[in-house]
């Protein structure tokens, strides 16, 4: 048990954030910051067919990707065959930016459905 005359303290200092609980047992660093999350960004219990919606954005865009995937490095292949690496290397940048490109139009969409659910 905490000290009753420091807990008689802790509630009159206003320059004292201490977490104490209605139990006068002192909170965790965990409890407080979950708290204060829970405050900035309340979190939002999805229905099954909104996460059913964000796994479809999910799977479309794993499928897209896969495509990309499929075709460039197809290509870079056949350049790495034919000894043209500028070529090849070229269509490996070429993948990497297609593939982040594809990853940032999928979470803008789930944000954006996401901010729909909240209304």
Known sequence: MVNERFLDYARN?????LAIDSSDEMKSAY???????????????????????????DSTCKAKIAER??????QI???QTGEKFEEAEQLQRQ????VRRLNEDCEAKKEKLRASFAK
């Open 69 to 74: 995937e499929v075709f460039l490095k197809d």
């Open 13 to 17: 200092d206003k320059d004292v954030d």
């Open 95 to 98: 993948l990497l930016t297609d």
């Open 31 to 57: 409890e407080l910051a979950m708290e204060r999350l829970a405050k900035d960004q309340p979190s939002v219990s999805l229905s099954d067919a909104q996460k059913k919606q964000l796994a479809e954005i």
């Open 77 to 79: 292949v056949k350049a």
